[in-house]
């Protein structure tokens, strides 16, 4: 789901480190985890809409 904005230090680390990594998504070029990141709350696909 939408997790809305987030900054650094509301996240656990993994998770954390891959979506500061990732680029900006677009329409044209969707950008995700590949292969999914694993926190202790499970395995997450990840996907960046915008930083500000």
């Known amino acids: 789901g ?3 904005w987030m900054t650094r230090g509301s996240m656990v680390g993994p998770f954390q480190d891959a979506a500061f990594a990732l680029p900006n ?3 044209d ?3 995700y985890t590949d292969p999914p990141v694993k926190t202790k709350f499970g395995y997450h696909i ?3 809409e915008g930083k500000k």
């Open 2 to 4: 939408d997790l809305g």
């Open 25 to 27: 998504s677009t329409v």
């Open 29 to 31: 070029k969707p950008n």
């Open 46 to 48: 990840i996907m960046v």
